[in-house]
């Protein structure tokens, strides 16, 4: 039987941000194939956010190349914006709408038909169709992030980056939201580049980690390599060696 060829839908090539003398970003380079779920890991100011941003071509890159589903980013990414979506817990949609109102925005922005058939559908998966009528405001932060996910699964995306998708959740709530991540990659094909602090959550669902620290790559592999060449028992611990640079 002939395996078939691994197509890499995000292409990385010595990626650069800097503010002056501050380099957020310092020549990153990596791949991520269409089907997997990637971790992109590090401290605080290792430059997750920046690298993110620049995949969603919302910051322009100092230098180096982006291409994902094989179009060059920023330069087309109207492109590829359409088949892909993102979720943030810190990026707060419009306080007066209504969850509801929220979503059916977004779901005409993205072309999404039979929207009521859609909202429905994802009310009932994340569990948020009891507070559809109520105002985004006055949300908690866990309701927030599950409506945040809901946002980013409108359009079915191919892509689906993530910044700390099970936020302010709690075990069972986070556990079911991780589950229906896995469920969706499964069923669609979908790739993941996710950023996140839970290191059980990147075990769970990572077959590729890419370690962040100062704006440079420091280690990538999948969770269990790493643990191996850390010589730890979880990644948690190997998380910690890196962000110490030990």
């Not at 992109?40 to 180096?64: E, F, V």
């Not at 169709?129 to 996910?149: H, N």
């Not at 290191?199 to 100062?214: G, H, N």
Request: positive net charge; hydrophobic residues 40%; glycine residues 8%.
């Amino acid at each position: 039987m002939i395996a078939e060829p691994v197509i890499q839908v995000i292409q990385v090539k010595d990626l650069r941000k800097h503010y002056g003398a501050v380099r957020a970003v310092d020549g990153i380079g990596f791949t991520v194939a269409r089907g997997a779920t990637c971790a992109l890991l590090g401290g605080n100011g290792a430059g997750k956010t920046t690298t993110i941003a620049m995949l969603l071509g919302l910051l322009l890159p100092t230098g180096g190349q982006i291409r994902i589903l094989g179009e060059e980013v920023p330069r087309h990414r109207q492109r590829v914006l359409p088949r892909m979506n993102f979720s943030s817990p810190y990026m707060d949609l419009p306080q007066r709408l209504t969850v509801a109102e929220n979503l059916t925005v977004y779901a005409r922005l993205y072309g999404v038909r039979r929207i009521r058939e859609r909202l429905a559908t994802l009310g009932r998966d994340l569990d948020i169709d009891a507070f559809f009528k109520r105002p985004y405001g006055s949300l908690s932060a866990g309701q927030k992030t599950r409506v945040a996910l809901a946002k980013a699964l409108l359009n079915e995306p191919e892509i689906l980056l993530l910044d700390e998708p099970t936020a302010s959740l709690d075990p069972d709530s986070a556990d079911r939201m991780r589950s229906i991540l896995t469920d969706y990659r499964d069923r669609s094909g979908a790739t993941l580049l996710l950023a996140s602090h839970n290191m059980s959550e990147v075990e769970r669902l990572c077959d590729q980690v890419i370690m962040l620290r100062a704006g440079h790559i420091v280690a990538t592999g999948t969770p269990r390599e790493l643990i191996h060449r850390y010589g730890r028992k979880d990644m948690e611990e190997v998380f910690l060696d890196i962000a110490r640079g030990i």
